[in-house]
């Protein structure tokens, strides 16, 4: 089923030992990336600098590492102790030297012919763990590799891909187990999150993201109905870890089916929701939900973004969270109570958040038969691309779209493996594709610090560096440096490839690195001499 090829590797390029407890030390070792967002707090942030403001426009590409596929790659890469981690789509891993891009080793992953997966055969990256690299596959499974070879270790199903289920999400290392999210929201899939062992690959603790009948927040869904086993709430993006209070945060996705929600009257707990979960038990400690009875398919599955800052005259834990409903949130992180909310993108679907959070609705916004026209789009104001936090500047960066899309309400019987989505919305309108900025946002206030608008729509996250830098792409395959504190760009280049993935930053050989997935390859960039 799994064929594996590997390279002998040098002295140089010895097996990552990656511990939690490094993880959690993240900005002790800013030339690794070690996990999908660079710490467990989501900043995607690097204390590098050798980049700068000053030198950007001296970037130059070091190396490409070209992949086999016509599937978008959507990797973020791993760096930890002289080896690279990769994912190619749909299910493959490749370790790559990350000061030239030669290949060590690849695990090639045979798949079933026919997999239903929403948006693609994607893959979005790897964990890292002691001796061993994880990954989900499309057929819903998660595999444990030897870091070294690529070696098949052990490998688990975590769900069944014929009903739809699937794994695109990376998966993150905590203590001693693999967190692993699932995908499946619009084949009507029951969410759920999982914990698994990562030594023996035995599973610690499920929690379903939709409560069953009897449970806490089962009283959100028809009483007496089946809804609940086909509501979705998905975990496809990877979440975020607070090692102090031992708490999981994690997005969840749309309830299905997507845009009618005639069956499953009320709020459908725990769809478009932050979840707060302790990471021994999976036992939920605090939720907050951005869309109650969401008909708009707009998933909570942004990263959640870990600070700890000062708020309203007193240290607070603090979670950032740009939605994809057009909202900016900050929240407690140890209760989960709302502090701010407010617009980052033109959204007319809501009047504003009341004071616990809640959406105040406008009339006539709902999904209509005949087609109703609503700023965001489906794909949201900012999607599942990673955003970014500067310690420095304090300031929260994302990718923001500027769009519209017509919601239509249709019919659908739910059939175990095939769509559930209860009709299909105009997404994209020709007379008006919409546009897309980089946006600097001071998270406190709301207030936008600094845009850099883009021709279209991007799909790329972003990177923030020591060096006051902040690093995004474009559809049209510009990879581009811009001053962490205007926003004005200091460098770009074009890749010709799309970007539709996270970059990340690393030291290879005594040089700060700057690498990407654009087309179908790995750019690395570094400064000229």
Known sequence: MTQFIWIILTASCMTAQVTSERISNADREPGNWMTYSGNYQGWRHSALDQINRENAGHLKVKWVYQMPTTIFVETT?????????????????????????RQFWRYRRELPPKINVCCGQVNRGVALLGDRVFIGTVDAHLVSLDAKTGAVLWDVTVADYKTGHSITVAPLAVKDMIVCGISGGEYGVRGFLDAYDAKTGKRRWRFWTIPEPGQAGSETWPHGSAAWKTGGAPT??????????????WGTGNPSPDWNGDSRP?????????????????????????????VHDWDAVQVPVLVDDEWNGQRRKLVYWAHRNGF??????????????????????AKGLDVNGKPIKLPNTDPSAEGTYIFPGVQGATNWYSPSY????????????????????GEQQYSPGNRYIGSVPLIDLPDDPGTGAIRALNPKTGERVWEYKLLTKPWAGVLSTAGKLVFGGSDEGYFFALDAETGKEMWRMNTGGIIRANPVTFMSEGKQTVAVAAGSGIFAFELTQ
Do not use: C
């Open 236 to 249: 496809w993006v990877t979440g975020s870890f607070d090692p102090e209070q031992n708490l999981l945060i």
């Open 390 to 409: 500067s310690p420095q500047t304090k300031l929260f960066y994302l990718a923001a779209w500027e769009n519209k899309s017509v919601y239509r309400k």
């Open 77 to 101: 890469p791993l760096v930890a102790d002289g080896v690279m981690y990769v994912t190619e789509p749909p299910s493959n891993v490749v370790a790559l030297d990350p000061a030239t891009g």
């Open 266 to 294: 009320g709020d459908n707990l725990y769809s478009d929701s932050a979840i707060a979960l302790d990471a021994d038990t999976g036992t939920l400690k605090w939720h907050f939900q951005f869309v109650p009875h969401d």
């Open 328 to 349: 900016a949130y900050v929240l407690d992180r140890q209760t989960g109570q709302f502090l701010r909310g407010g617009a980052f993108a033109t959204q007319t679907w």
